[in-house]
């Protein structure tokens, strides 16, 4: 039985939850709560209406979000759940592959190959068909097949001579993924989508299994996802996707927001309710972001509110440079922490990377604790990849493409002509590469014969034991048997390569973790072998892992895009100026801009409690400086709810100088004040700059002086009535 299923739901959420056959499309705003939805759907389908679990689908977009869903599910329902698919659509892709890909004439037991992998796949075929690497980067290749693959590109539409690339690289790839056995991430949804529309028995028995399928950020899904989705559901219709085409930002990744539209037009019977209560932010914060999105055409309209207070108004900080916006950025965190707030309760975001650098430079100035979110993952880690090919020939010792990593890690003497004399004599005899390691090997040296017959005898000897030792302790056996412990040991290491050894043993080490965490996850029915099978397969479905920001306390770093799913109390969005955000390439075309304005409006409302807007009237970017217009969203916001200060400065408006604390050095008082400055400089002039002292004006041009400083601080080119610097005279005084 279900409990307490509408507990804290408010009357829509409850309609939603109630709805129980047909298409429904539930318009879920920011922060209203559609992950409870979901999983008190689920539980009211299994606790109250009685469908079986097996007969459930849910799909989201991130592991962390399956496993956040499952967990409410299971403290929801008494009964026994375990049946449900709660996972990702790559997971699921998996999943249904492991039982039907024969039909496609794979082996069950195939590998996955993460974006790494089929980089190093593209540059092997680009090797063998002697492309210049330095002309055409591998990567970006990659990326082109996997759009191809995908259906997101026609490699006939491409221009010469990268047309000509994929042409030749593309089906040679394919092929040597067929051959060993291999399936890239595209090919769990492409290889699936094409199992139920070449076998309509495979897609019937998913048909009947999935009677009622659940789809979460429905609008982030791309051509290939919805096709598979409506598959799944034609027969019975029930459909069930929670979306909101206003947070739609991902379609550089290839989402199609027009799927909502889709969904309406194959499902014409659909129902509609709108989550509009917003259970995060203050009221001022949605009707800042309700008023900027409804500039938007062609959205389904909703305005989101909420019942936790009106909150402060916005505030709009124009500095005169970038440095002065990352300082003002600084000293309201400093202040915000002085009321209270904590670090982790502060995020500052941007369009991109390049941006953040400023607020770094300045944040580690100040010994400011912060971290730039990333998509940094311990799973792509060399050493992390290294253990992960061993365990794969453990479980496959045929499994040429772990061997071809591994096979030289740690040195064993095996260089690239005698690996290519291997591997030719493989595919020529049809045989595993491991297959022809033996005595009988003229081509290899005796040291290196010796390496290897070892090598194969110890993978050999782990699988044969498999079921003879905890897991753990096979991995340490294949830890030291390999040499890989000892190559990252080893004592002659100084220096950098000896601290980066003892980060690569930490992880190392830390994949015991893993491997402990793994084994409590599968049935005790389960043998080691079975579970080693799964937990690698486990492990190549993960997602770019994200950073765990409530592990210690630090000021946040990041994009907008980064930022999606996430919530703060405080909110800086950074850098708003026309052709930065929104950036220069949107300005080309509206359906961009519109992208763009949805990005801001995502920004807007991860925040809980303030948000403040900061720009500058000049910065220095990408070489050169820059004078941008404010960005338009920030005009798009109704007036009354912001609160302009820095140099905005209305016609017929007394604006209230910016706050100060009498702690702060002069230089602050100066930005924050923004005293009118004249400078009277000419060629010759000494200047006393508040950080790089003393120094000689050696040239004047327009609103830019150059100035020759002491070392180290060497040749700076300065805006000429900036307050930073005062005039001492002339050189000859």
Same mark, same amino acid.
């Given at each position: 039985?279900?409990?307490?299923?509408?507990?804290?739901?408010?009357?829509?959420?409850?309609?939603?939850?109630?709805?129980?056959?047909?298409?429904?499309?539930?318009?879920?705003?920011?922060?209203?709560?559609?992950?409870?939805?979901?999983?008190?759907?689920?539980?009211?389908?299994?606790?109250?209406?009685?469908?079986?679990?097996?007969?459930?689908?849910?799909?989201?977009?991130?592991?962390?979000?399956?496993?956040?869903?499952?967990?409410?599910?299971?403290?929801?329902?008494?009964?026994?759940?375990?049946?449900?698919?709660?996972?990702?659509?790559?997971?699921?892709?998996?999943?249904?592959?492991?039982?039907?890909?024969?039909?496609?004439?794979?082996?069950?037991?195939?590998?996955? *190959?993460?974006?790494?992998?089929?980089?190093?796949?593209?540059?092997?075929?680009?090797?063998?068909?002697?492309?210049?690497?330095?002309?055409?980067?591998?990567?970006?290749?990659?990326?082109?097949?996997?759009?191809?693959?995908?259906?997101?590109?026609?490699?006939?539409?491409?221009?010469?001579?990268?047309?000509?690339?994929?042409?030749?690289?593309?089906?040679?790839?394919?092929?040597?993924?067929?051959?060993?056995?291999?399936?890239?991430?595209?090919?769990?949804?492409?290889?699936?989508?094409?199992?139920?529309?070449?076998?309509?028995?495979?897609?019937?028995?998913?048909?009947?299994?999935?009677?009622?399928?659940?789809?979460?950020?429905?609008?982030?899904?791309?051509?290939?996802?919805?096709?598979?989705?409506?598959?799944?559901?034609?027969?019975?219709?029930?459909?069930?996707?929670?979306?909101?085409?206003?947070?739609?930002?991902?379609?550089?990744?290839?989402?199609?927001?027009?799927?909502?539209?889709?969904?309406?037009?194959?499902?014409?019977?659909?129902?509609?309710?709108?989550?509009?209560?917003?259970?995060?932010?203050?009221?001022?914060?949605?009707?800042?972001?309700?008023?900027?999105?409804?500039?938007?055409?062609?959205?389904?309209?909703?305005?989101?509110?909420?019942?936790?207070?009106?909150?402060?108004?916005?505030?709009?900080?124009?500095?005169?440079?970038?440095?002065?916006?990352?300082?003002?950025?600084?000293?309201?965190?400093?202040?915000?922490?002085?009321?209270?707030?904590?670090?982790?309760?502060?995020?500052?975001?941007?369009?991109?990377?390049?941006?953040?650098?400023?607020?770094?430079?300045?944040?580690?100035?100040?010994?400011?604790?912060?971290?730039?979110?990333?998509?940094?993952?311990?799973?792509?880690?060399?050493?992390?990849?290294?253990?992960?090919?061993?365990?794969?020939?453990?479980?496959?010792?045929?499994?040429?493409?772990?061997?071809?990593?591994?096979?030289?890690?740690?040195?064993?003497?095996?260089?690239?002509?005698?690996?290519?004399?291997?591997?030719?004599?493989?595919?020529?005899?049809?045989?595993?590469?491991?297959?022809?390691?033996?005595?009988?090997?003229?081509?290899?040296?005796?040291?290196?014969?010796?390496?290897?017959?070892?090598?194969?005898?110890?993978?050999?000897?782990?699988?044969?034991?498999?079921?003879?030792?905890?897991?753990?302790?096979?991995?340490?056996?294949?830890?030291?048997?390999?040499?890989?412990?000892?190559?990252?040991?080893?004592?002659?290491?100084?220096?950098?390569?000896?601290?980066?050894?003892?980060?690569?043993?930490?992880?190392?080490?830390?994949?015991?973790?893993?491997?402990?965490?793994?084994?409590?996850?599968?049935?005790?029915?389960?043998?080691?072998?079975?579970?080693?099978?799964?937990?690698?397969?486990?492990?190549?479905?993960?997602?770019?892992?994200?950073?765990?920001?409530?592990?210690?306390?630090?000021?946040?770093?990041?994009?907008?895009?980064?930022?999606?799913?996430?919530?703060?109390?405080?909110?800086?969005?950074?850098?708003?100026?026309?052709?930065?955000?929104?950036?220069?390439?949107?300005?080309?075309?509206?359906?961009?801009?519109?992208?763009?304005?949805?990005?801001?409006?995502?920004?807007?409302?991860?925040?809980?409690?303030?948000?403040?807007?900061?720009?500058?009237?000049?910065?220095?970017?990408?070489?050169?400086?820059?004078?941008?217009?404010?960005?338009?969203?920030?005009?798009?916001?109704?007036?009354?709810?912001?609160?302009?200060?820095?140099?905005?400065?209305?016609?017929?408006?007394?604006?209230?100088?910016?706050?100060?604390?009498?702690?702060?050095?002069?230089?602050?008082?100066?930005?924050?004040?923004?005293?009118?400055?004249?400078?009277?400089?000419?060629?010759?002039?000494?200047?006393?700059?508040?950080?790089?002292?003393?120094?000689?004006?050696?040239?004047?041009?327009?609103?830019?002086?150059?100035?020759?400083?002491?070392?180290?601080?060497?040749?700076?080119?300065?805006?000429?009535?900036?307050?930073?610097?005062? *005039?001492?005279?002339?050189?000859?005084?």
């Amino acid at each position: 039985m279900a409990k307490g299923i509408f507990e804290n739901l408010n009357n829509r959420q409850i309609e939603a939850v109630k709805m129980v056959d047909g298409p429904i499309m539930a318009v879920a705003g920011a922060g209203s709560g559609k992950t409870r939805v979901l999983t008190n759907r689920i539980a009211y389908l299994v606790g109250e209406i009685g469908i079986s679990p097996s007969n459930i689908l849910a799909i989201t977009f991130t592991n962390r979000a399956a496993e956040e869903m499952r967990s409410r599910v299971f403290n929801l329902i008494d009964l026994p759940v375990s049946g449900i698919w709660i996972s990702t659509f790559h997971a699921m892709g998996a999943k249904i592959l492991r039982n039907d890909i024969h039909n496609l004439d794979y082996d069950k037991d195939f590998q996955i *190959v993460d974006d790494e992998d089929s980089s190093i796949i593209v540059k092997n075929m680009m090797k063998e068909l002697n492309y210049d690497l330095k002309l055409y980067y591998p990567k970006i290749i990659d990326k082109l097949i996997q759009k191809v693959k995908g259906g997101q590109l026609k490699a006939e539409f491409l221009e010469e001579p990268i047309k000509s690339v994929i042409e030749q690289v593309y089906p040679r790839y394919n092929n040597y993924l067929k051959e060993n056995n291999l399936v890239d991430f595209q090919d769990l949804l492409v290889l699936m989508l094409k199992l139920f529309n070449k076998f309509p028995e495979v897609l019937e028995k998913y048909q009947k299994m999935f009677q009622y399928i659940l789809v979460d950020e429905f609008q982030d899904t791309n051509d290939l996802q919805y096709d598979i989705v409506r598959l799944l559901a034609k027969k019975h219709h029930n459909l069930f996707i929670v979306g909101d085409e206003d947070q739609s930002i991902y379609a550089f990744r290839g989402s199609n927001i027009d799927n909502i539209r889709k969904f309406m037009y194959d499902f014409p019977e659909y129902k509609k309710v709108v989550l509009d209560q917003n259970y995060r932010s203050k009221d001022n914060i949605l009707k800042a972001a309700n008023s900027v999105i409804q500039y938007n055409k062609n959205r389904i309209p909703k305005d989101l509110f909420s019942t936790l207070g009106e909150g402060e108004r916005i505030v709009h900080y124009k500095a005169g440079t970038d440095e002065e916006e990352a300082y003002f950025v600084y000293d309201k965190i400093r202040m915000l922490l002085a009321e209270g707030y904590e670090k982790k309760d502060i995020a500052v975001l941007y369009r991109n990377n390049s941006m953040s650098r400023r607020f770094e430079d300045v944040f580690l100035k100040y010994n400011m604790p912060h971290k730039v979110i990333g998509n940094i993952s311990f799973y792509k880690r060399k050493e992390i990849k290294d253990v992960i090919a061993y365990l794969h020939l453990i479980i496959n010792k045929g499994d040429d493409y772990a061997f071809s990593r591994i096979c030289n890690l740690p040195k064993r003497g095996l260089g690239d002509v005698t690996y290519s004399k291997l591997e030719n004599l493989a595919r020529e005899s049809n045989l595993k590469m491991m297959d022809l390691i033996d005595e009988d090997m003229p081509y290899v040296n005796k040291k290196t014969k010796e390496a290897l017959i070892k090598l194969k005898n110890d993978i050999v000897e782990l699988q044969t034991n498999i079921e003879n030792r905890t897991l753990l302790a096979t991995y340490d056996l294949l830890l030291e048997k390999s040499g890989y412990k000892a190559m990252l040991e080893d004592a002659d290491l100084i220096g950098e390569k000896a601290f980066e050894a003892e980060r690569r043993l930490d992880n190392i080490n830390e994949f015991k973790t893993i491997i402990i965490e793994k084994i409590k996850d599968y049935d005790v029915n389960f043998n080691n072998y079975e579970i080693l099978a799964l937990m690698l397969n486990d492990l190549a479905l993960r997602e770019e892992a994200e950073d765990a920001m409530d592990q210690s306390d630090y000021i946040s770093l990041m994009t907008v895009h980064s930022a999606k799913g996430l919530e703060y109390k405080v909110v800086f969005i950074t850098c708003l100026e026309q052709s930065l955000f929104p950036s220069s390439q949107s300005l080309q075309e509206r359906d961009n801009v519109e992208e763009e304005r949805r990005l801001f409006y995502v920004a807007l409302t991860r925040a809980k409690d303030l948000v403040y807007l900061t720009n500058c009237k000049s910065r220095f970017m990408y070489g050169h400086a820059m004078e941008n217009l404010d960005s338009q969203f920030i005009d798009e916001i109704d007036s009354d709810l912001l609160d302009k200060k820095g140099m905005y400065k209305p016609k017929n408006i007394v604006i209230e100088k910016p706050y100060h604390r009498e702690s702060e050095i002069d230089y602050h008082k100066k930005i924050y004040d923004f005293v009118e400055i004249k400078h009277d400089v000419t060629l010759g002039d000494k200047i006393l700059h508040k950080t790089f002292g003393k120094g000689v004006v050696v040239s004047v041009a327009d609103d830019r002086i150059t100035v020759a400083f002491k070392s180290p601080t060497g040749i700076k080119i300065l805006l000429k009535d900036h307050p930073s610097f005062e *005039v001492l005279g002339s050189e000859n005084e």
